[in-house]
């Protein structure tokens, strides 16, 4: 919204400033930070006085989690309230990425929001059914998947970038559709996987919306695209924007989770980032990328899948619990040991992320 005050600009001052996608990332980054600061507090009693008992906890989960008994969740709303209101302040509103973004993060959040009160009201740790959440969330992956297939260059629509083989783009036609879906899907639900300890998702989601808000800057830009040899999407430069509120309203959250934490993000919350992260990826047309940089959710959902199919099939266990950071639990590592490594871990697979950039 305060892009338009560029039309207060004769070229030059302080307005011609909110030209440039660099110094409006910066504001959304601050203005998200500052909002999480502010109302986490708040939000924080009012969900406790709400909520009661809080999260229900699982009785087959690691003994350690029974302490977090009490502790309130649809902490979430924190980091969505700072995004959204940072995101309509900095943002082009005219930019049709950003909306298919919002919708799909919000759309998540719903889903999420109506698990988390079903717990929390029934005090039980089923929610939603897995049918209903599954449905609702392929039918917004399908409508972001349309929506981004016309927003595309007619010559890029159906498109993916392979990492690491430069000028090799995959033409999938109309089975682009289906596979953006589940990379939405997908996103949505490892990242929600993966939120298990205190501030074990966070983290690496920020980690993974800053890679992705600086390849959706370079692909925005055909000075950059043309130097590093990979395709041009015009307009996907304002979904950094975007990215650096998300990255404030996160770590103004992580405020608040770090262990021990005051608040859980919930469903609410992992939800909606990860189909952000992969509604992000979608715009972008790196989709195969995302698998890199989010590498550490996708080994949290694949362990409960190999977990799932092993036990079914043999009647035994490959992991002592899954998902996998609940392994490391059992087998004798502290919260905090496994959630800053996998924080580095996460590092590490968003410095590859971006390296697939220069390297093609």
């Known amino acids: 919204m305060l892009y338009w005050l560029t039309d207060l600009s004769d070229g030059g001052g302080v307005f011609n400033l909110f030209r440039y996608i660099t110094f409006r990332a ?39 989690h029974l302490a977090k008994a009490g502790t309130p969740t649809m902490g979430g709303i924190l980091i969505l309230t700072a995004l959204l209101v940072s995101t309509l302040l900095w943002a082009r509103l005219d930019n049709g990425y950003i909306w298919v973004v919002l ?25 939603v059914s897995g049918k209903a959440r599954l449905g609702l969330g392929f039918l917004l992956a399908l409508l972001a998947s349309v929506a981004t297939w016309y927003l595309h260059p007619t010559e890029l629509a159906g498109h ?19 596979f953006a879906m589940f990379v939405i899907v997908g996103a949505a639900n490892a990242v929600n ?23 959706a800057y370079v692909v925005g830009r055909t000075d950059f695209t043309e130097y590093l040899g990979v395709q041009f999407v015009p307009g996907t430069g304002e979904l950094a924007i975007f990215t650096a509120a998300l990255m404030g309203g996160g770590l103004g959250f992580l405020w608040y989770n770090a262990p021990p934490a005051a608040v859980f993000m919930g469903d609410t919350g992992s939800l909606a980032l990860g189909g952000a992260l992969g509604a992000i990826a979608v715009c972008t047309q790196h989709e195969i990328v995302l698998g890199i940089v989010g590498g550490l959710f996708v080994v949290e959902a694949l362990s409960v899948i190999i977990q799932v199919a092993y036990f079914k099939r043999t009647g035994k266990r490959v992991f002592l ?40």
Do not use: C
């Open 26 to 64: 910066g504001g959304a980054f601050f203005t998200a930070l500052l909002v999480g600061f502010i109302f986490g507090p708040w939000l924080i009693n009012i969900l406790r006085m709400k909520q009661g008992k809080g999260q229900p906890i699982r009785d087959d989960g690691p003994e350690g």
């Open 103 to 127: 919708m799909v993060t919000y759309g998540y959040a719903a889903i999420g929001f109506a698990d988390d009160y079903a717990k929390v009201s029934k005090q039980n740790t089923k929610g």
């Open 160 to 178: 993916v970038a392979v990492p690491f083989l430069k000028d090799l783009i995959l033409n999938l036609g109309y089975f682009y559709i289906p």
């Open 193 to 215: 996987l993966t939120d298990g300890l205190d501030g074990l998702a966070i983290m690496p989601v920020m980690i993974a919306a800053g890679t992705l808000g600086a390849i």
């Open 321 to 360: 619990m899954a998902p996998i950071h609940h392994h490391f639990e059992k087998k004798g590592w502290s919260e905090p040991q496994i959630v800053i490594r996998f924080w580095i871990i996460s590092l590490i697979l968003a410095l590859i992320g971006l390296a697939t950039l220069k390297i093609r």
